[in-house]
């Protein structure tokens, strides 16, 4: 079903929300009345709505809120040839050529989300999203779904012409513009855990910089590495999982784990407890594993295990099971670290990664939603230092 932006800059969120609908991503919260329906009103868990509304949303941004809404999302900058093969002209009309195929079967199905400067194709304004709805290869056009059809209905464009346009650099994170290649994503459409901010996007804690991908590990590694560790490899790697708890618990830590639960949740309160239950029990099963292994309680199994009233079982176990084993490594073997927190990490590693066959999708989805809101936050950062380093500069 096509859809219109409904607002001058929605672009990018009227764009994911058609895309999300035409994939049948389930959103798992009602529209209005009984329907779950995709609307640029739900896609607010990357960016305030009244902050798209006022400056529009970045790339990652978009890639970010496919992916915490159920999409599997492959994205690609138009300027990154030297780091990824797909950030090519012959390989973007080859991904166009794959998302338009008719024959496609319904478990292959895909979209294409393209981002790109208006103004390099003669166009008034600048920056834009829109899906791509057909290929013409005897012409060598691509067929733009405009989203804002109040301006533009759709229309064809050579496929060059849109991927030099997809060159332009956006002057509000000094980066090009690309495209994404979504398709439905039944690990995230299944999961019943996800990462969320833990204050309002607005707010001046979610602003500061702990809340980046390298503030947050800065802060993580603060955190483990602040007291001395002790020498005994089993004793360390147990007093690292309490001081990584505390730092959970903390306000230095900018996300928290939540569970989706559907609207209304009398619908499924079987369903759902019954799921809750068998994760709560999957969540006992890692820490009691992990009690015995180190020889010490480092998680309260029973506290884990208690899921009443709706209510998940312990998150703190999950988030501390959304970082992945790559940013522990950083921070417990850095060369400016202890031995005693490298030795740590031997103990460590092969607990993190050993888990419960029903956790496993799980914690992949939280991994991913922990380098996308942390990576997101991290451009925004980077462009609004720039932004006010340039206001400075002009009122020196």
């Given at each position: 079903?096509?859809?219109?932006?409904?607002?001058?800059?929605?672009?990018?969120?009227?764009?994911?929300?058609?895309?999300?609908?035409?994939?049948?991503?389930?959103?798992?919260?009602?529209?209005?009345?009984?329907?779950?329906?995709?609307?640029?009103?739900?896609?607010?868990?990357?960016?305030?709505?009244?902050?798209?509304?006022?400056?529009?949303?970045?790339?990652?941004?978009?890639?970010?809120?496919?992916?915490?809404?159920?999409?599997?999302?492959?994205?690609?900058?138009?300027?990154?040839?030297?780091?990824?093969?797909?950030?090519?002209?012959?390989?973007?009309?080859?991904?166009?050529?794959?998302?338009?195929?008719?024959?496609?079967?319904?478990?292959?199905?895909?979209?294409?989300?393209?981002?790109?400067?208006?103004?390099?194709?003669?166009?008034?304004?600048?920056?834009?999203?829109?899906?791509?709805?057909?290929?013409?290869?005897?012409?060598?056009?691509?067929?733009?779904?405009?989203?804002?059809?109040?301006?533009?209905?759709?229309?064809?464009?050579?496929?060059?012409?849109?991927?030099?346009?997809?060159?332009?650099?956006?002057?509000e994170t000094g980066r090009s513009r690309g495209y994404m290649v979504l398709k439905s994503n039944a690990c995230l459409e299944a999961a019943r855990l996800a990462l969320t901010?833990?204050?309002?996007?607005?707010?001046?804690?979610?602003?500061?910089?702990?809340?980046?991908?390298?503030?947050?590990?800065?802060?993580?590694?603060?955190?483990?590495?602040?007291?001395?560790?002790?020498?005994?490899?089993?004793?360390?790697?147990?007093?690292?999982?309490?001081?990584?708890?505390?730092?959970?618990?903390?306000?230095?830590?900018?996300?928290?784990?939540?569970?989706?639960?559907?609207?209304?949740?009398?619908?499924?309160?079987?369903?759902?407890?019954?799921?809750?239950?068998?994760?709560?029990?999957?969540?006992?099963?890692?820490?009691?594993?992990?009690?015995?292994?180190?020889?010490?309680?480092?998680?309260?199994?029973?506290?884990?295990?208690?899921?009443?009233?709706?209510?998940?079982?312990?998150l703190g176990v999950a988030a501390l099971l959304a970082i992945e084993p790559v940013v522990w490594q950083h921070v417990l073997v850095a060369p400016e670290t202890s031995s005693?927190?490298?030795?740590?990490?031997?103990?460590?590693?092969?607990?993190?990664?050993?888990?419960?066959?029903?956790?496993?999708?799980?914690?992949?989805?939280?991994?991913?939603?922990?380098?996308?809101?942390?990576?997101?936050?991290?451009?925004?950062?980077?462009?609004?230092?720039?932004?006010?380093?340039?206001?400075?500069?002009?009122?020196?």
């Open positions: 079903q096509f859809h219109t932006q409904g607002e001058p800059a929605f672009c990018g969120l009227g764009t994911l929300a058609m895309v999300l609908n035409a994939l049948g991503v389930d959103p798992k919260r009602v529209w209005k009345g009984p329907w779950r329906w995709f609307s640029e009103q739900l896609l607010d868990c990357c960016e305030p709505l009244e902050v798209v509304k006022e400056r529009g949303i970045t790339f990652s941004k978009v890639a970010c809120l496919a992916r915490c809404n159920g999409a599997h999302v492959d994205a690609h900058r138009a300027d990154e040839a030297d780091t990824d093969r797909e950030a090519t002209l012959e390989a973007f009309r080859k991904a166009v050529m794959r998302t338009c195929e008719s024959d496609a079967e319904e478990e292959n199905f895909q979209v294409m989300i393209v981002s790109y400067s208006r103004k390099a194709l003669g166009q008034t304004g600048d920056g834009h999203y829109s899906p791509i709805g057909g290929y013409h290869a005897a012409t060598d056009q691509v067929l733009i779904l405009d989203v804002a059809r109040f301006k533009y209905p759709p229309h064809w464009v050579p496929l060059t012409a849109l991927w030099s346009a997809m060159l332009h650099v956006d002057a901010w833990r204050w309002p996007e607005c707010s001046e804690d979610a602003k500061n910089a702990d809340s980046t991908i390298s503030g947050c590990q800065k802060t993580f590694s603060q955190a483990l590495l602040s007291d001395p560790l002790p020498s005994n490899k089993r004793a360390a790697a147990a007093e690292i999982l309490r001081r990584t708890l505390r730092f959970i618990d903390s306000p230095k830590m900018p996300l928290m784990v939540v569970c989706k639960i559907p609207e209304p949740p009398g619908e499924a309160n079987g369903e759902v407890m019954s799921e809750l239950s068998d994760l709560a029990k999957g969540l006992a099963e890692f820490a009691q594993k992990v009690n015995v292994a180190l020889g010490e309680e480092c998680f309260d199994v029973q506290d884990i295990l208690a899921v009443e009233d709706l209510n998940c079982p312990n005693d927190a490298a030795a740590a990490w031997e103990v460590l590693e092969p607990l993190l990664k050993d888990l419960p066959e029903i956790l496993r999708k799980e914690v992949r989805v939280l991994q991913s939603q922990w380098a996308d809101l942390l990576t997101a936050r991290e451009e925004m950062c980077r462009s609004t230092c720039a932004c006010a380093g340039k206001v400075m500069a002009a009122n020196a």
